[in-house]
């Protein structure tokens, strides 16, 4: 498969634990997006890479929530001390130079008791 | 700020009839307009998108509309099947070097057999 590849698929964690989920993009596509998704609404924008530079950031991005991608191939997204507001899906989406079509993983399913 | 509108929420329609999602957006230098389709538990799957610069695309039983001036694109699906059940998106963006996708709130179309 050479889509876009999200790990884990669901997570479970306790209010207050440090999460971590990964994205492997699509081969050679410089661009890397993470969304979050919640019941019944479209993905808000968190944060967007091309190659390992982070060029922009949501306010939704608060400070507990840090995004890397190191050798512009793979991203983390770890979530520090997680409340219960932060359970959703997390989704992650790649898109090449040209054209910039952004195509989308699996996501991860956050919950937080 | 940046904004989709979407309507409508729900469209349920018998197999063969066809199915129009409206959108409405508020940033004026949007010029990239993709629809996405998500099932139950999958990350959202890119369908069609149109650009500024034409005012219809089709790709078989799916088209895409855009009103440059009105600010709105819409959907149709026409000889619906069961298979088209799904949550649709619009979203919305600059096309520029990349960026984020502005999504709206969602479709869940229905098809009955």
């Known amino acids: 498969d050479t889509g876009v590849s999200q790990d884990p698929r669901h997570k479970i964690t306790k209010r207050g634990q440090n999460v971590t989920f990964r994205c492997d993009p699509i081969?050679?596509?410089?661009?890397l997006y993470w969304y979050r998704q919640t019941l019944g609404q479209g993905p808000e924008f968190l944060t967007y890479?091309?190659?390992?530079?982070?060029?922009?950031k949501s306010r939704l991005l608060s400070d507990r929530f840090s995004a890397e991608r190191p050798k512009g191939s793979f991203s983390t997204l770890e979530i520090q001390r997680t409340e219960q507001g932060d359970s959703a899906m997390y989704l992650c989406?790649?898109?090449?130079?040209?054209?910039?079509?952004?195509?989308f993983g699996p996501g991860t399913r956050l919950t937080v008791l | 700020g940046e904004n989709v509108e979407q309507h409508p929420s729900t469209l349920s329609v018998q197999e063969g009839d066809s199915a129009v999602i409206k959108c409405t957006y508020s940033?004026?230098?949007?010029?990239?307009f993709p629809w996405y389709k998500q099932e139950l538990g999958k990350g959202p799957q890119l369908i069609i998108d149109?650009?500024?610069?034409?005012g219809e695309k089709k790709d078989q039983r799916i088209a895409v509309t855009l009103n440059k001036t009105a600010k709105h694109f819409s959907l149709h699906i026409t000889e619906t099947q069961p298979e088209d059940s799904a949550v649709y998106f619009c979203?919305?963006?600059?096309?520029?070097?990349?960026?984020?996708?502005?999504f709206g709130q969602g479709t869940e179309l229905s098809v009955k057999p």
């Open positions: 989406a790649s898109s090449p130079r040209q054209p910039n079509e952004q195509f």
């Open positions: 081969s050679e596509h410089n661009r």
């Open positions: 890479f091309q190659n390992e530079a982070q060029l922009e």
């Open positions: 940033d004026s230098a949007s010029n990239y």
């Open positions: 149109i650009r500024s610069n034409v």
């Open positions: 979203a919305a963006k600059r096309d520029n070097q990349g960026g984020k996708l502005i």
